[in-house]
């Protein structure tokens, strides 16, 4: 018989922000794979659940190239659907950790697209990194009516100004090197000013802070940054 | 010495998917609020957590008279904030249960603003109901550089389309007694063929199908559609 893929988000970074879902189905797990760094450093997700992974598990470091500006080349994932299926196959359950929710920009899908449709498959979502940085900042993502854009900061200066413009409040996703861009077309739109940096939301280095403070030229992958329009603010 | 506020996430439904820190505070607190209907029926925050709430909590329903089409009066929240404040004040910490996540259009904001400022207040972000609705219906919401746009339905028709078209994908929420309005915009901007329809993601009575499939002039309020550009589907 064979075994049961699960996607499983661990949260935003603090450990207790697990789910009770998340941390039954690790225990239950046969296999526990994470996404990882491919220069040996330590994985992201394992290290939030860390506290929730039994000594004897089987685990799987899913060894991700990453260079600035590209996506990791589909045959590392194609290899890897192959490794994760063997496992299946074989009658073994296996958990892929994803940081946050496995679906906004998690890169489980890579491995979802590629197993889902021959194994049996089930996605548990986490806490997202969205209501994480905007809890620990202290202000409402959205309320009532308002329109709320994700927006990742690689877009091109005048894709994400046209995206910022229409939206009430935007989460600007993966900030990194494009820090300089963002604050331009925040500058430009008028929104510097409410905008807050979150960086490592939840995590004990975490920092918070309004974007006018914020020295130097990049930011951390980890961060996000959250602007609303002055009006959409709430008494 | 005065208590302490937590504004709490408790997810989409699955009385699973709430946080260890949502279980350990619920715990912990000395008075667990939540919203309720007006009318006495069951506030969905205290069902989803039910199964966590010891028995021998000070338990406080807000209850919150829902009009279609508009948002409850100020006065409610200056009431509740009024009589949650009195706890604090007394030295009681005080749990506000919240589905989904606290900030993401949740109530919650309203209390936040009344008391945050004045009251040693901490947010716990929840599993939201959009990773929640993509998770069961199979589908990531964003991948790469695309952009999220959340969007609440009881906009006016233009103002829909102009949100929705600029988006890779959309999620709109609040669907209710706008579900053909949201139909005819996603059939002019050919969208209608790969949007998902989610009613009460990850509750027993859980409905996912294509929004074709759907008959019916109108949906429930904890209900969603995810549509997405037909080029922006992952391979």
């Known amino acids: 018989m064979s075994g049961k893929l699960y996607g499983i988000g661990v949260g935003p970074g603090d450990p207790e922000l697990l789910t009770l879902k998340a941390v039954r189905l690790i225990g239950e797990c046969d296999v526990i794979a994470y996404p990882a760094p491919a220069d040996g450093?330590?994985?992201?997700?394992?290290k939030i659940a860390a506290p929730h992974i039994p000594a004897n598990k089987t685990e799987l470091a899913i060894e991700t190239p990453m260079v600035p500006g590209q996506f990791p080349a589909n045959d590392?994932?194609?290899?890897?659907?192959?490794?994760i299926g063997d496992h299946l196959n074989a009658g073994r359950d296996v958990a892929v950790l994803c940081e946050g929710d496995p679906f906004l920009y998690g890169s489980f899908m890579y491995l979802f697209g590629r197993l889902a449709t021959s194994h049996d498959t089930d996605v548990i979502p986490g806490v997202s990194s969205l209501g994480a940085c905007a809890a620990r900042a202290g202000q409402p993502l959205v309320s009532r009516n308002q329109v709320l854009s994700v927006v990742p900061a690689p877009l091109d200066e005048a894709d994400l100004e046209a995206r910022i413009v229409t939206a009430d409040a935007v989460a600007i996703m993966k900030v990194g090197r494009h820090l300089e861009k963002v604050r331009r077309v925040l500058a430009k739109l008028g929104r510097l000013d409410n905008a807050i940096y979150v960086e490592r939301?939840?995590?004990?280095?975490?920092?918070?802070?309004?974007?006018?403070?914020?020295?130097?030229d990049r930011a951390p992958y980890f961060s996000m940054i959250l602007a609303r329009r002055a009006e959409a603010v709430d008494a």
Chains 1, 2 share one sequence.
Not at 41 to 46: G, Q
């Open 201 to 216: 939301a939840t995590l004990d280095d975490e920092k918070v802070m309004p974007l006018m403070n914020l020295d130097g």
């Open 41 to 46: 450093t330590e994985s992201m997700a394992r």
């Open 76 to 83: 590392v994932y194609d290899r890897y659907a192959i490794e």
